[in-house]
């Protein structure tokens, strides 16, 4: 039977002020030397500086844990802030520990993690905060965990310091207002890696998609496209839908000044999550045939229909678990730049949302 190797908790220590925190940071990497043994040596492989953001206690709970169970195939320093602009006093405060899990071999690897408390005026300036955190010559990526302020997040000073950005645009009250705000910032800095888990949910529905139209008859009717009909979960269109819309209409209408005939609508499912994508529904009519391909989940299925009528109908059922939030996270991870075909949904599907 394979043996399940737990992290192991070296050393847990709390610090008031930057100053007072980068000391412990330096007491963390003796205590990691002291700890080793003759025939396990404690090892620091951080590959990149992970600094989550986050508005509250249960969000930076939830990212704590989604990085430890990143730490070993993405060894980093993790930064897990709390910032309150309105909460006072004035002040930083830091909680840091020390947790070494295997490796194989004779190695372990050793992972630091600081959730820093940061009140008040500091909150306002988080890149001061955390820049003399941050590890020399490896890149840092900054995760918006949950909602903050992407005003700040998509400031010049920030994008300065961050290699990759990654967010859920689905997680703020208003998606298309935060899908604008990325649009908008994309448009005025020219480089805005993005990593949105909200497109990174989208790669099975883009693949069924896709495949739905691929070889034979169907491939005629992708230049026929008259109707599209797109459907999300709750009381308002998730960024999904029109992420998919706007993926849609890039790849069948590169011709921006053409209306493409998308309809984004929602309705309640109780098996779905708010925001989720329900159904995407394609209506096509080419030389005197018409075809119509339908893309529906609920319950954790996913149902593709293709039907024409010319006789071919297919249908195929496969199940679709929501991923897993730190798989989301350790996939956008291993992304790095710009994603051309998420900013081309992104922008056009924000104009399909003005119109």
């Known amino acids: 039977m394979a043996t399940t190797h737990q992290p192991t908790l070296l050393r847990s220590e709390h610090a008031s002020g930057l100053h007072a925190l980068n000391n412990e940071l330096s007491a963390l990497h003796m205590q990691m030397l002291r700890t080793g043994h003759d025939e396990v040596r404690p090892v620091r492989t951080a590959v990149l500086t992970l600094v989550c953001v986050c508005t509250g ?9 989604v990085v430890r169970r990143l730490a070993s195939n993405h060894p980093s320093r993790a930064l897990v802030v709390v910032a309150d602009r309105t909460a006072g006093p004035d002040g930083v405060d830091a909680d ?44 840092v990526v900054l995760w918006l965990a949950g909602a903050p302020p992407l005003d700040q997040a998509l400031h010049a000073e920030v994008l300065q310091v961050c290699e990759r950005i990654v967010l859920d645009s689905d997680a703020y009250p208003d998606p298309l207002a935060a899908l604008h705000g990325l649009d908008v910032a994309h448009r005025q ?43 999300s979960c709750g009381t308002h269109p998730s960024s999904e839908a029109w992420l998919v819309a706007g993926w849609l209409a890039s790849r069948l209408w590169p011709d921006s000044s053409v209306l493409p005939p998308i309809e984004v609508s929602t309705r309640h499912d109780a098996t779905m999550d708010e925001g989720g994508l329900l159904a995407v529904r394609v209506h096509c009519e080419r030389d005197g045939h018409s075809a119509d391909v339908t893309v529906e989940c609920t319950g954790g299925m996913t149902v593709t229909t293709i039907a024409t009528d010319g006789g071919l109908r297919a249908s195929r059922t496969m199940a679709t678990p929501p991923p897993d939030l730190h798989a989301l996270v350790g996939r956008e991870l291993q992304e790095s730049g710009v994603d051309p075909i998420y900013t081309e949904a992104l922008r056009r599907g924000t104009e399909l949302a003005g119109r």
């Not at 206690?57 to 844990?65: I, P, S, Y």
């Not at 600081?114 to 955190?133: F, M, N, Y």
């Open 189 to 231: 800095h020219g480089h805005l890696p993005i990593g949105d888990l909200a497109w990174a949910r989208l790669f099975p529905w883009r693949e069924v998609l896709a495949q739905s139209f691929d070889g034979g008859e169907m491939t005629s009717f992708l230049r026929g496209v008259q109707h599209i009909a797109i459907e």
């Open 96 to 139: 840091l520990s020390l947790e070494c899990s295997a490796a194989g071999g004779s190695d372990q690897i050793c992972a630091e993690s600081v959730r820093l408390t940061v009140r008040g005026a500091p909150a306002l300036h988080l890149v001061s905060v955390v820049t003399p955190l941050l590890l020399p010559d490896v890149p």
């Open 57 to 65: 206690d249960a969000e930076a709970d939830r990212a704590a844990e």
